[in-house]
């Protein structure tokens, strides 16, 4: 059992009594250390009821549990291995609930409080936290904030404590201004917890407060546990939190041994509440504890080794500690890699995969790992796609963002509504029906404006189109929704529409991958169905609508086993290892970035101090890029890229270049673009292979007499596909230079500012909206916007009634009832904000002495062969002469140091189109955020003028010329178009 163990690894294991701390590296062999000390303590007579190990995961706690159990050659069901959530819940029942002390009680999901916060969004009555842009957003994060009081044992009632304190104590209006949202946060934490007790559920949080507060208020119960955790150990000690820490305390307060293990090192998980002071706070609590050290690396060279302890080498109060290599590891150095952009990094990746592949490296050992996936894995996913290797897209992607999921749900959607439009369009979207977008829009869109349902509509398009298979698909779903249970309609949509067939006929990792997504789907589905027997086929349809918009994420999407190349967040390659890693994004903007900080606890109701601050974040993001490094055994590569996505330079991370410096390294220059034509034209031949293969396979799976020349189709489009392959491997012809040719003629636009800026955003979202016409989805903060717009235009209207700031109150009142939000949480609080802004604004213009002369005054501006269409909202006279432009926003104001680039194009678009339309010289434009009392102005200039004109000139020629590619980015999340947006796909 210890013969092949490290002296310093069986020192650990073979640990005597007391309290222990393991500080072990990464690829120490923390694991086998854990796997090994619990068999030697049962096999030294321990009795496996009083030995508790406490995991971090689930996953762990199953793995140690097995490994253990093999060592010992039998199965010890009263060996407790698990997770401290678990745990708390076994305490809390065994000595809690069966006794009487507590009532019972089940957990509630996180997606379940989520869409309870949801739902009664109008009874929170928000005033001060922001119902503007993503609602979903915010309740994440007013859930994060209450887990976060939880892992530091802060009640409501302590917190509703300290923000009356903190209001009654305000010495200025800035600080009663923060202490009153404190104070509302604080209310919602209230109703947060009284919901849940009344339906008899607790928080995962609260399952180790129950378990904590039950053992210090019942000194029996208390004994009790403690006889039965004679020998505890912890895994990931360094990633617990206060309440965790403090349980433990509680728990092995008896022990006769305590070992926690852990590396302060990969202390990745501040925003869970846990931080590296962990381990120092272990030592203080038992300053008699033996420092045990795992040095020795059993994964990677000392290269990898040496390289990964210089990013991490900085951070302030840093355990000490040398990672050593084996003797026997082997392999090159460390490689750094500088692309041109993302697209141009992702190649270079590829290719490299390739290469090793080649020269023997299963692409199972290979990973490419990354901040966040949603943001980084596209270019990523879309080279591996194009050069053929299987992969694996893990962590960062939630359940309803997986394609086949977004398509199964839509169906459902489409056949419980017929005048569902989106959901229609991306059914008729799919490639394998082959039908053409622009007349499926056409028909889809055209339907919905006449009459409103659009089922018959896209029927007729397929019919006409030669895709009947699909009309009769939207049949038979439609009568299983009316027909069947919620579940079984949603298995019917599955399996009718194709998309499991899809899957199985798509084979490998991928094949595998949406199979598993398609079961989580069904699986999710009956227990809904389950959990309310009345609901149908439209409820269940609108309950999966209500998970995706909180951005549910799902358990057990991607199959277990690794099928090909592995493309994941850092987080979720925590504990694995690989031959070959490939580190993107490295960036100064990305690692270590910016940091959100959304889920902070007021100082005073902390009961230990965390590290806060930029200081903090950067630290995080440290241990992060020292987590990625290490998870490779031979090969590792860390890349960099000179510009973003929307051609914005960045510098390389500072993480980046110690690592560099540390191994004496050379950047290499990698991801020099191929020709775009020949790179179009591989992309279009492997859509039609696909296209014709998928068609093949249904022909031979039917029997259908066309067999044969399916057959021949896929194999032509194959050989083209070969050939389109074969183009982009020669190597380019050397050609003599020649002159630029001119810029094509484009035919005229008309445009108006929101649609330039609305472009420039994403043309994908353009297309949708200004060419198909595709109808957006109701908007209270749409509806918002017009009605303070027409408030503002009777208000300032010249030789109009006018009146105080109350009066344009009033106004605003009126209007939003007119527009039907008035009794929404979102129109309440626009509402609340109106009464304390409006009044202001208005004394502060007549302050300025500056006079409104001319409301919704329209112009144009003409741009080579284009021409902009705008509408001013307000224009001033100013008293020393000129005139001023006004321009209202409702929506929220930048954040703090953000340039607002787009608003900045708008407001020059306007004294440019004042200029050339009214003939007058503008001393500036105004953007008002209405609601906030925040302003933001910009002057005539001559130099941002010129790149006004050619960001208009460059979006127009973009539109002209059909270029309607998708701009991913974090307001995805909230786009009007997001159920068909194939950007949204994973």
């Known amino acids: ?214 053992l210090r208020e019942h000194p029996d ?40 293990v852990g590396d302060d090192d990969q202390g990745i998980y501040r925003f869970r509440g846990a931080s590296s002071k962990n381990i120092a706070d272990f030592r203080r609590r038992h300053p008699g504890a033996a420092d045990l050290r795992l040095e020795v690396n059993h994964r990677s060279t000392q290269s990898i080794l040496d390289a990964a302890a210089a990013v991490v080498e900085p951070i302030p109060d840093r355990a000490p500690k040398r990672s050593r290599a084996l003797p026997s590891a082997a392999g090159p150095p460390p490689r750094f890699w500088r692309a041109p952009d993302p697209e141009g990094q992702a190649r270079a990746v590829v290719d490299r995969i390739v290469e090793l592949a080649a020269e023997g490296v299963p692409l199972e050992e290979q990973a490419v790992l990354m901040r966040a996936v949603r943001l980084e894995a596209r270019p990523i996913v879309e080279a591996l796609e194009r050069a053929g290797v299987p992969h694996q897209v893990r962590g960062g992607i939630g359940l309803f963002e997986r394609r086949e999921v977004r398509t199964a749900v839509a169906w459902l959607r489409a056949a419980c509504d017929p005048a569902a439009v989106q959901e229609h369009l991306r059914i008729g979207a799919d490639g394998r029906y082959g039908l053409a977008w622009e007349e499926v829009a056409d028909a889809v869109t055209s339907a919905a404006a006449r009459d409103g349902a659009v089922t018959g509509a896209l029927s007729r398009a397929a019919r006409d189109g030669g895709a009947a298979d699909l009309a009769a698909a939207l049949d038979e779903v439609g009568r299983a929704a009316a027909e069947l249970g919620p579940a079984d309609a949603l298995r019917a949509a599955i399996d009718r529409s194709g998309l499991r067939a899809a899957a199985v006929a798509a084979g490998g990792a991928e094949g595998a991958a949406r199979l598993a997504g398609l079961a989580a789907l069904e699986r999710l589905g009956r227990e809904i169905a389950e959990r309310d027997p009345g609901l149908d086929a439209a409820g269940l349809a609108a309950t999966l609508g209500g998970l995706a918009e909180i951005g549910y994420r799902g358990e057990g999407v991607a199959p277990r086993e690794r099928i090909g190349v592995q493309v994941m967040t850092v987080h979720q390659a925590k504990g694995l290892e690989f031959d070959a890693v490939f580190v993107v994004g490295m960036t100064r903007a990305t690692l270590p970035g910016s940091d959100r900080g959304r889920v902070d606890i007021p100082d005073a109701l902390l009961p230990e101090a965390l590290p806060r601050g930029r200081d903090a974040h950067v630290a995080e993001a440290r241990r992060l890029v020292y987590v990625a490094m290490t998870r490779a055994r031979r090969h590792l590569v860390l890349c960099t890229h000179a510009v973003n996505a929307a051609g914005v330079a960045q510098a390389p991370s500072p993480f980046f270049e110690e690592a560099l410096a540390a191994v004496g390294g050379a950047v290499e220059e990698v991801g020099e673009a191929p020709e775009r034509a020949v790179l179009a034209a591989v992309g279009e031949r492997r859509e039609a292979f696909e296209r014709a293969s998928v068609r093949a396979a249904r022909a031979a799976a039917a029997g259908d007499p066309d067999e044969a020349e399916r057959l021949a189709e896929a194999q032509a489009a194959a050989a083209d596909l070969v050939a389109a392959r074969a183009a982009a491997l020669r190597p380019p012809q050397p050609a003599p230079p020649v002159p630029a040719p001119p810029r094509p003629a484009r035919p005229g636009l008309e445009l108006s500012p929101s649609a330039v800026e609305l472009y420039r955003g994403c043309p994908l979202r353009y297309r949708y909206a200004m060419v198909d016409r595709v109808p957006a989805p109701p908007s209270v903060a749409r509806a918002i916007g017009v009605a303070a717009h027409a408030a503002l235009e009777a208000h300032y209207r010249p030789g109009g009634t006018g009146g105080d700031g109350e009066a344009l109150v009033r106004r605003f009142a009126v209007e939003l009832r007119r527009e039907g939000v008035a009794a929404t949480a979102e129109g309440r609080q626009a509402l609340a904000r109106a009464r304390e802004r409006f009044p202001e604004y208005h004394e502060r213009t007549l302050r300025s002495r500056t ?124 786009c009007d178009f997001a159920a068909i947006c194939p950007a949204q796909d994973r």
Not at 8 to 30: D, I, M, N, S
Request: glycine share 8%.
């Open 851 to 974: 006079r409104p002369v001319a409301v919704e005054r329209p112009f144009t501006l003409t741009v080579g062969p284009h021409r902009v269409h705008g509408r001013v909202d307000r224009i001033d006279a100013h008293p020393a002469g000129g005139h001023q432009l006004i321009d209202y926003k409702t929506g929220r104001p930048p954040a703090a140091g953000s340039r607002g680039d787009d608003d900045d194009l708008v407001l020059r678009l306007y004294l440019l189109g004042a200029r050339e339309a009214w003939g007058i010289e503008p001393r500036g434009a105004t953007l008002v955020h209405v609601l906030d009392g925040d302003t933001r102005g910009v002057h005539p200039d001559a130099g941002d003028d010129a790149a006004c004109v050619e960001a208009v000139r460059e979006a127009a020629d973009g539109i002209a010329a059909a270029r309607f590619e998708p701009r991913t980015s974090w307001a995805c999340r909230t």
């Open 1 to 214: 059992m210890q013969a092949d163990l490290t002296p310093e690894q069986r020192a650990a294991v073979t640990h005597p009594a007391g309290p222990a701390v393991v500080l072990a590296g990464a690829g120490a062999g923390k694991t086998r250390v854990l796997c090994r000390r619990l068999a030697w303590l049962v096999g030294g007579g321990a009795a496996p009821s009083e030995v508790l190990a406490l995991t971090f995961t689930r996953e762990a706690a199953i793995e140690l549990r097995a490994r253990a159990e093999d060592l010992l050659g039998s199965s010890h069901e009263t060996l407790r291995v698990t997770t401290f959530h678990a745990y708390a819940q076994e305490i809390t029942r065994v000595h809690g609930v069966e006794r009487g002390l507590l009532p019972a009680v089940s957990v509630a999901r996180q997606e379940d409080r989520a869409l309870t916060l949801l739902d009664r969004l109008g009874e929170l009555d928000l005033r001060l936290h922001d119902l503007r842009g993503d609602r979903a957003r915010l309740v994440e994060d007013l859930l994060a904030r209450i887990d976060a009081c939880r892992d530091q044992l802060v009640s409501a009632a302590d917190y509703r404590r300290w923000a009356e304190a903190a209001v009654a104590s305000a010495g200025s209006a800035s600080a009663a201004h923060r202490a009153r949202r404190e104070l509302e946060f604080a209310r919602v934490f209230e109703l947060h917890d009284r919901w849940l007790d009344e339906d008899g559920r607790e928080d995962f949080g609260l399952s180790i407060v129950r378990a904590l507060a039950l």
């Open 221 to 260: 119960r208390r004994e009790a546990v403690q006889a039965g955790a004679r020998h505890v150990l912890v895994d990931e000690f360094q990633d617990t939190n206060h309440a965790q820490a403090e349980l433990l305390a509680v728990v092995a307060g008896a022990a006769e041994s305590l070992m926690v």
